[in-house]
């Protein structure tokens, strides 16, 4: 017999919670020296900074206007969009993170800045209530992405601006860990929620949303991140990280879908 869909969307739900405990946890255990972690190693660090300063430029801020950064860590956009004269809200599911944010900002004092905890696919905003919403490196992490951008088309006002960041799938990071870590190697991804996505992917989200895709680009062309993270000393960390950062802008002009992070900016129209 089968059970009434009442029960079926109970079992849902009770799924979706339980992976975002995972989550959560994985996320609130990161949350304690993150940023030592990145700026110890060149290769994550050339990461980081690209895609920084990648999706700020697509985010084209403007003093006075409200953002909302979702996903936003320990800070590490926000006090940028701020310096550029915006006030910004940052949503993280992870308390551990938001605390982390929160200790960041007032070490810096900087003012214009709510933080707190939420989830991207039930936003605790009114309808068209941001200029832009930026989710950077976080829309991989969650189970129901297309729920998430609904949320987010939702909450900007009408002319506003979505920037997204997520790993490419297609990228030579994509194939060592979906290729050559996990079928090859047969080693367990670490995080409970990592869902890579090519460009193509990433656009047919944000239109099936209902925003259109104004700008769109791969960044960070390292060979890979096997070697690159733990073979390679230091010192020869630093030394790919300045001969791919001088070919970069050539290569992707090559393979402009090729390297390891998605960007893309997009605008809710009128209807």
């Not at 030394?239 to 900016?265: I, Q």
Request: proline letters at 4%.
């Amino acid at each position: 017999m089968n059970k009434p869909s009442g029960d079926k969307a109970t079992l849902k739900s009770e799924v979706t919670e339980h992976g975002n405990g995972e989550i959560r946890k994985f996320f609130d255990d990161m949350s304690s020296g993150r940023n030592e972690t990145i700026n110890a190693n060149p290769v994550i660090n050339y990461e980081q900074l690209l895609r920084g300063r990648t999706v700020l430029d697509l985010l084209e801020v403007k003093p006075g206007e409200r953002i909302l950064d979702i996903g936003c860590g320990n800070a590490r956009d926000i006090i940028f969009i701020v310096q550029m004269g915006a006030q910004v809200v940052g949503v993280d599911i992870s308390e551990g993170m938001v605390k982390a944010a929160q200790e960041e900002v007032t070490s810096k004092s900087i003012k214009g800045v709510t933080l707190q905890v939420g989830d991207a696919t039930a936003l605790e905003f009114p309808d068209a209530y941001f200029d832009k919403v930026l989710c950077s490196e976080v829309v991989e992490h969650i189970p129901n992405a297309a729920k998430a951008f609904s949320e987010m088309r939702r909450v900007l006002k009408t002319g506003g601006r979505l920037v997204i960041s997520t790993p490419n799938k297609v990228s030579w990071y994509g194939w060592e860990r979906y290729w050559l870590w996990e079928k090859i190697l047969r080693r367990k991804w670490p995080h409970p929620c990592d869902e890579w996505r090519s460009m193509a992917e990433v656009v047919n989200l944000i239109e099936n949303s209902g925003l259109k895709v104004l700008r769109k680009k791969t960044v960070c062309f390292i060979p890979g991140f096997i070697v690159t993270y733990f073979v390679l000393p230091r010192m020869l960390q630093s030394l790919v990280v300045r001969l791919v950062g001088a070919v970069e802008p050539f290569l992707r002009r090559l393979a402009p879908n090729r390297g390891y992070t998605v960007c893309v900016s997009s605008v809710r129209d009128e209807w």
